[in-house]
């Protein structure tokens, strides 16, 4: 027979075995809770590295050898609100750049461009809006999204210590966008194009110093 101790004992150590086996669920809730918590915060850092690389992968899948950028610092002996007003009529830029066909104005910010591809292989077109302007200062343009070429610019005019020369900084940037679209445009964006553009910036300067630029034969798609 058990004594009555002995029952109070066992009582006892039932209620401590039940209350430890209440403990250890508490426990076990806070442990999935923590670990659910633990869970959302490294998804979330996933997600969040995911989405920057998503960010970042723009330009993937583009060949920096096709991206063109000329920079041209010219003095021109010509006063900048001459200069400024020549360029700023973007209709005249067929007149001394050979890579281009002809610029169409929409209206005073945007316009239609057209150019040759290299080997008579047909033309690209975009249109692009003018997103900065300071007049006889500077104008700065860049094609609109979706078009067959991504095309930026800036010009910036300067009193090249007076009023009778001026200091032309060029920047000109093309690119082919991703995709099917940027097949075409790549075939135009080689070092042979690069050197034709610097050369119509040159040929800027005859122009408005001379009243004439040089004789050129044939059309840049013929010579590239």
């Given at each position: 027979m058990e004594s009555q101790n002995e029952k109070r004992g066992s009582k006892g150590s039932r209620g401590t075995t039940g209350q430890h086996h209440e403990g250890n669920g508490d426990f076990d809730v806070s442990k999935n809770k923590f670990l659910t918590a633990l869970g959302i915060v490294a998804g979330g850092a996933l997600l969040y590295k995911g989405a920057k690389a998503l960010a970042g992968s723009g330009n993937n899948g583009i060949n920096k050898k096709e991206i063109v950028e000329i920079k041209s610092t010219l003095v021109i002996k010509k006063p900048k609100e001459e200069l400024y007003a020549y360029w700023r009529n973007l209709e005249n830029l067929p007149n001394f750049m050979s890579h281009i066909k002809e610029v169409n104005e929409i209206n005073g910010k945007?316009?239609?461009?057209?150019?040759?591809?290299?080997?008579?292989?047909?033309?690209?077109?975009?249109?692009?809006?003018?997103?900065?302007?300071?007049?006889?200062?500077?104008?700065?343009?860049?094609?609109?999204?979706?078009?067959?070429?991504?095309?930026?610019?800036?010009?910036?005019?300067?009193?090249?210590?007076?009023?009778?020369?001026?200091?032309?900084?060029?920047?000109?940037?093309?690119?082919?966008?991703?995709?099917?679209?940027g097949k075409m445009a790549a075939k135009l964006l080689n070092p042979a194009f690069k050197k034709v553009v610097e050369n119509d910036l040159k040929e800027f300067k005859?122009?408005?110093?001379?009243?004439?630029?040089?004789k050129r034969k044939g059309s840049p798609a013929s010579r590239m």
């Open positions: 945007r316009s239609h461009w057209v150019a040759e591809v290299p080997g008579g292989m047909g033309e690209i077109e975009w249109e692009a809006e003018i997103i900065w302007e300071q007049d006889n200062q500077v104008l700065a343009w860049r094609s609109l999204p979706d078009s067959e070429i991504e095309n930026s610019g800036e010009v910036r005019f300067h009193d090249a210590g007076n009023r009778k020369s001026t200091i032309v900084e060029t920047s000109i940037t093309y690119r082919p966008p991703l995709g099917t679209a005859k122009l408005m110093e001379r009243g004439r630029i040089s």
